[in-house]
């Protein structure tokens, strides 16, 4: 890789970790860069982990710190999510792309439109059900680590949604349980890119810098901003990312 890139890079990756951290679809950044240096579209998915590993570990210890991170409840959100990511991994059909990218947006939007009808739901959140999720809410994990597993790009927003229409929590709880379910995921669908040789670590290291301290800062400013804040950064990243995907297909 020429040296001119690595600058490039730790400024997406900084980029990337910040809008990850508060809402999502980072990756929508740092993956385009990846492969207009040249790397192959596996190995770029597969070195974009490497800076999302490093990305959520800076995070969630910074929630966690901030008393906004629900361990108790989220380590049982982490188990299907963690299997449906080393399912996803591991997808080897073949997908239709153009139909994956239009069936994402299309979701997206479907999403705007709930955030923008029923703001209070994202800033105040709902009733939590009971101690432990139910089966109906780990099935919706499960996806979404499905998902992210083979695809990191916009796993957060999806992450985000079902926390919040499905678990209850607000925005702010919401992005903590986020950071720390894309953790626990994320070193399985690692493995299995760094078993497939997809990975290039001097890449991957160098993102992470800039990934790093951009969930640092995303992490800060959550917890500064309330849900208000992060539910307008949502508002906007969803609509930006439902275009981006809509431009690349039609």
């Not at 800076?51 to 570990?57: D, K, V």
């Not at 001097?202 to 309330?226: E, H, I, P, S």
Request: glycine share 10%; charged share 10%; hydrophobic share 60%.
């Amino acid at each position: 890789m020429e040296l001119m890139f690595y600058p490039m890079v730790i400024v997406a990756g900084l980029a990337c970790g910040f809008i990850n951290t508060l809402a999502g679809s980072g990756s929508l950044i740092t993956l385009p860069l990846l492969i207009f240096m040249g790397l192959p579209a596996n190995v770029a998915n597969g070195t974009n982990r490497v800076a999302i590993l490093f990305q959520n570990m800076v995070a969630t210890r910074s929630f966690h710190h901030q008393g906004l991170l629900d361990l108790k409840r989220g380590k049982f959100l982490l188990v299907p999510a963690m299997l449906g990511a080393l399912a996803g991994a591991q997808i080897a059909a073949d997908l239709d792309e153009r139909l994956m990218r239009l069936s994402i947006a299309a979701v997206m939007i479907l999403m705007l439109v709930v955030m923008l009808l029923k703001p209070k739901r994202w800033l105040e959140g709902g009733r939590l059900q009971s101690a432990k999720p139910g089966l109906k809410e780990m099935f919706l994990f499960f996806v979404v680590g499905l998902y992210g597993g083979f695809i990191q790009a916009g796993v957060g927003i999806f992450l985000l949604a079902t926390l919040v229409l499905a678990s209850g929590y607000d925005l702010v709880k919401s992005n903590a349980l986020k950071v720390l379910i894309v953790l626990g995921f994320t070193p399985f669908a690692l493995l299995v890119f760094i078993l497939n040789d997809q990975v290039r670590w001097d890449v991957g290291l160098t993102m992470a810098v800039g990934n790093m301290t951009g969930a640092w800062l995303g992490a800060k400013a959550a917890a500064r901003g309330g849900a208000g804040f992060v539910r307008y950064v949502l508002i906007a990243v969803v609509s930006l990312s439902a275009l981006k995907l809509l431009w690349d297909v039609l």
